[in-house]
């Protein structure tokens, strides 16, 4: 089975030659998501932008579908772009404040083509608005009339009207209160796993510091140390036994609430 | 949708005022402008409601002149300084390091420049006349709108919404003109009602210094400037102009920053 | 069995300790921040106060540090030992802060003066202790009390720590050179606003340990600050919950965690276990 998005032997560098990442490679399979971990300065942010067709490796290549990925190709990085999307982690920042929540979420649709006509747009938006829970009349409003939360799920359901295969999520829930955490991880667990006809389930690929989130999320993990992979493979064996040091610091590290 | 405003009314009618006053002007004036009957500095009276200037001329007429007169030095300047500025500014936001810091140092000195020392300059090599005060001032303008765009469009290139629409597939145009400006014009309008004012006011100051837009055309400034000397024994001659200059600025002040009000979604329905 | 806590009393013999009496903090429209709120903390002990955003938690820690901004106004009353904050001037505040309270706040970067030295900053709470004290330290007397500051704070290489501004050192060394300035008055009370919520998993529980045997070591006060359950349970003994700027639930932390009366102390608990739990299984299906 030829992966959804493969990352192989990739490296990145900036123009003065200070170097982020190191021979990345892992494999996303659709259905299989995949949680990057590390801390800041891994690289989890530059891999991401890699991802999304932000910048272009310096070394190595990645992969969509089978057939290697140019982001300066312009056709190449449309279709891409239709097939994955990203929510982000500021949910204060991603939206801007001067459009009404249905101009953000149809801007995919708009910039891709894909809805024809208004009345398609609107159905849409208002299937995607469903689909993140919530209410329709939301499409007119703006965004400082939502919470943290609400701003997130208005993101979320701008990046999965366009019905993408992969969803990136960078940090997506680290902005948000605990209680409101558990209700975003829950709703994107139902995206990636649930699905109907018209929404078939997305793979996601969650970038996160917080290992609680992943595990929560990810059936695969990657953990990045210092721009190299330290350990890569299924969330449960990789959290249960730990081979590489830092793997295991890191999961030593995480303060743990006494008493299960 | 539109939203009630105070300033917006006020601003409104006050700019209206002179705007009618100017509008009028095109076609009916009470005096030709070279018409030198009246007495000279006459009082107002029925004849002549505001009364005649030194040389006898009527000050109604030379007024509503030069209204015509402030509307298009403040229009025209903002016109140029806001066309030049915004699109210098966007380009210096986008642009790499080197060229970005050659701009701003550019930019810099235009300001540093007083802005009636380089209207004489280009008054010198134009000659004094409306148009060449109208794009002098201009100039002088675009480099702080210029500055001023610049910085607000950079600090809308960090947000994520930048990023979320690179990622939604929309080109680097369409999030100029659909993210960038609408996030930004607020604050270059109030600036630009600003610069009006100053646009204005520099005018009066060029034609008081006997730069602008030489006789029988009839700029509030010179009007000021021949008034001068009479001051004391026919005040109305330079109170009215400066009342005019006045309600104009001000008007203009208050009605960019009602559309500000007006255009801004997050004043509405707060959380 | 956790208990709601009454209002402390103050009409007994004087009492000592932080003693927080119906806190009630207004915005500037009137609207209410902080409905008051009640808590005591005694001498020595270390209490949580838990809350998510727009729960008044932070500014619980200004106003009882007398730092509220000035267009919020405050009501009730904030009594350590004999010094009531409410209220009190400006001058009389300054000399009691440092000396007999502190506070480490998120974000160093932006607690600590980027334009100084970490060496003069540090300097300046360590000599007016000095002078409350009644010494004046000489150059040599001063340098040592800073080099034993850094390496209280764990820090390696002191000499390059003390000449070097904020932003060269790791936000983890920010975060322990704030600490250092914060107990360099020797104070008795000290609160912590999620001091570590900013940095990295590893970095948090090294600056968790040494909170927490620091603050052990010399027997101070601590009011621990955060919306991290797992982080407040590693630290204090009991805790608040607040919730919009009242108190939903006091009590020990182990009656907290294990007994929640109070439905939102329930939902907040619920699901910090839920991501906590995913750690032991990996995904869920």
């Known amino acids: 089975m030829t992966a959804l998005l493969e990352a192989h032997a990739v490296g990145y560098a900036y123009r003065t030659g200070q170097p982020v990442l190191h021979d990345v490679s892992f494999a996303i399979n659709a259905g299989e998501s995949l949680g990057l971990v590390g801390e800041s300065g891994a690289g989890k942010t530059t891999l991401l932008k890699l991802l999304l067709g932000l910048a272009v490796p310096s070394t190595g290549e990645i992969f969509s579908q089978g057939a290697r990925f140019d982001a300066r190709n312009r056709a190449q990085l449309r279709s891409y772009r239709r097939l994955t999307q990203a929510v982000f982690q500021d949910p204060y920042s991603s939206l801007d404040p001067r459009q009404s929540v249905e101009q953000i979420i149809a801007e995919p649709l708009r910039s891709l083509g894909i809805a024809r006509g208004r009345v398609e747009l609107k159905g849409l938006v208002a299937a995607a608005l469903l689909a993140v829970g919530l209410p329709p009349n939301a499409a007119t409003r703006y965004p400082h009339e939502f919470s943290g939360g609400q701003r997130q799920r208005i993101a979320i359901a701008r990046a999965i009207v366009p019905n993408p295969r992969v969803l990136l999520a960078d940090e997506p829930v680290s902005a948000l209160d605990v209680t409101t955490r558990v209700k975003i991880i829950d709703l994107l667990a139902d995206l990636s796993s649930g699905g109907t006809p018209e929404r078939p389930p997305m793979t996601l690929v969650l970038v996160s510091h917080d290992l609680g989130v992943v595990a929560s999320l990810c059936q695969n993990i990657v953990v990045l140390e210092s721009g190299r992979i330290a350990e890569q493979g299924p969330t449960h064996s990789v959290l249960s036994a730990p081979q590489h040091a830092y793997t295991q610091r890191l999961l030593a590290s995480v303060t743990r609430l006494p008493g299960a | 949708m539109t939203g009630r405003s105070r300033s917006l009314t006020a601003g409104g009618i006050l700019t209206g005022f002179i705007a009618l006053v100017a509008l009028v002007s095109l076609v009916y004036l009470p005096y030709e402008p070279t018409d030198t009957t009246g007495g000279r500095l006459a009082g107002p009276d029925l004849a002549h409601w505001a009364g005649t200037d030194k040389l006898g001329r009527d000050l109604l007429t030379q007024l509503m002149i030069g209204a015509r007169i402030a509307l298009i030095a403040g229009g025209g300047s903002v016109l140029v300084g806001a066309v030049l500025g915004i699109g210098i500014g966007l380009l210096a936001a986008f642009a790499t390091r080197w060229l970005d810091d050659t701009l701003s140092a550019v930019l810099d000195i235009l300001i540093a420049f007083p802005t009636l020392l380089l209207a004489m300059l280009v008054i010198a090599a134009q000659g004094a006349s409306l148009s060449s005060a109208v794009l002098a001032i201009g100039l002088g303008m675009s480099a702080i709108v210029a500055r001023l765009t610049r910085i607000l469009a950079k600090r809308v290139l960090t947000q994520d919404y930048i990023t979320a629409a690179r990622t939604s597939g929309t080109s680097w145009m369409s999030i100029v003109a659909r993210h960038v400006l609408p996030n930004i014009w607020p604050t270059i309008l109030v600036n630009l009602a600003l610069q009006f004012g100053l646009a204005v006011l520099a005018e009066a100051s060029l034609s008081y210094l006997g730069l602008g837009a030489p006789p029988p055309n009839a700029s509030w400034g010179r009007i000021l400037q021949e008034a001068q000397g009479t001051v004391y024994t026919a005040p109305i001659g330079a109170i009215l102009p400066g009342l005019l200059l006045v309600v104009l600025v001000i008007g203009v002040n208050l009605a960019a920053d009602g559309l500000r009000d007006v255009g801004d979604p997050t004043r509405r329905n707060q959380r | ?285």
Request: charge should be negative.
């Open chain 3, 1 to 285: 069995m956790s208990t709601s806590e009454h209002g402390p009393n103050l009409n007994g013999p004087h009492k000592s300790g932080l003693h927080v009496n119906g806190l009630t903090i207004r915005g500037p429209q009137g609207q209410l921040l902080v409905d008051g709120l009640s808590f005591a903390l005694s001498p020595g002990e270390r209490m949580g106060l838990i809350g998510e955003s727009g729960s008044g938690k932070s500014l619980t820690a200004l106003a009882i540090i007398g730092l509220l901004p000035a267009d919020l106004t405050v009501n009730g009353s904030i009594r350590w030992d004999e010094t009531e904050v409410v209220g009190a001037s400006e001058r009389s505040l300054n000399s009691w802060r440092g000396r007999c309270a502190a506070v480490v706040f998120q974000e160093p970067l932006t607690a600590l003066d980027p334009l100084m030295r970490l060496g003069q900053q540090l300097a300046e709470p360590v000599q007016r202790r000095a002078r409350a004290d009644g010494t004046k330290l000489g150059r040599q007397a001063l340098d040592r009390a800073l080099h034993a500051a850094v390496l209280e704070v764990r820090l390696p290489d002191p000499e390059r720590i003390l000449r070097a501004y904020p932003h060269e050192i790791s936000g983890g060394q920010r975060q322990r050179m704030a600490l250092a300035i914060a107990l360099a008055g020797r104070p008795a009370l000290l609160i912590a606003d999620e001091p570590t919520t900013a940095l990295d998993e590893t970095i948090q529980s090294e600056i968790l340990d040494l909170l927490d045997g620091l603050v052990r070591q010399r027997s101070m006060a601590l009011l621990f600050i955060s919306h991290d359950l797992a982080v407040v349970s590693r630290v204090a003994t009991r805790a608040v919950v607040l919730r919009a700027g009242i108190a939903v639930e006091t009590g020990t932390m182990t009656n907290l965690l294990s007994d929640p009366q109070h439905s939102y102390t329930q939902e907040l608990i619920a699901s910090a276990r839920q991501l906590d739990r995913a750690l032991d299984w990996g995904t869920t299906p």
